[in-house]
């Protein structure tokens, strides 16, 4: 059985990053919190609340054509512990129509990523004390103890562009958020 899941944020496709990116801040009214290059595409990732880092993650590459399926690049669920993600990671390597599992620390937080049946990704993950500029992968070893993924991650991130306590982040994005819906 699957641990309790909280649907956190959507990633899509996109042709045009600039003039998405831009439609989704003037039109939504969400922040940019980070941006940068992953796999060979660019990324930016976008938030209205400052307890996320993103709620919408906007990447390149969207293939030609339109309709259902072209513009969707992760559904991802949040969890409460490294035992849950534990549990998913048991609960989905026992499954035949689950592909391409990997197991990544992005610094500010763990996730676990398949492709389920039909080829969408999936994304479960936890946040990390940490805030840390994105994107950000090293693999994680859910293996390893709590004590020691958080040993490894915080050495990995301490002093890498933007890290902070992840406190001092939210504090940061709510003033940013703040501010642009004084205007």
């Known amino acids: 059985m699957a641990p309790k899941l909280s649907l956190r944020h959507m990633g899509m496709y996109v042709w045009d990053l ?6 989704y801040q003037e039109v939504l009214g969400f922040v940019v919190t980070d941006q940068g290059a992953v796999r ?5 990732f976008l938030s209205r ?22 513009g969707l690049q992760q559904i991802s669920f949040w969890v409460a512990s490294l035992d849950d993600l534990r549990a998913m990671q ?12 990997q197991a990544v620390d992005h610094g500010n937080s763990w996730s676990l ?3 389920d049946p039909e080829d969408n990704r999936i994304e479960v993950y936890m946040d990390t004390p940490w805030h840390v500029e994105q994107p950000y992968l090293e693999p994680l070893d859910l293996g390893a103890s709590d004590d020691e ?4 991650t915080r050495g990995h991130v301490e002093g890498k562009p933007g890290w902070m306590p992840m406190g ?8 940013k958020i ?5 205007h």
């Open 149 to 152: 993924i958080v040993a490894t």
């Open 90 to 101: 048991q609960l989905v390597q026992a499954r035949s129509d689950v592909t391409r599992l």
């Open 168 to 175: 001092e982040w939210q504090a940061q994005m709510n003033e």
């Open 40 to 44: 060979g595409h660019e990324v930016v």
């Open 49 to 70: 609340d400052p307890h996320s880092h993103h709620q919408l993650v906007m990447e390149t590459g969207r293939p030609p054509g339109r309709g259902s399926g072209y």
């Open 18 to 23: 600039a003039l998405m990116s831009r439609f």
């Open 178 to 182: 703040a501010r642009l819906h004084q």
């Open 113 to 115: 990523y398949f492709w």
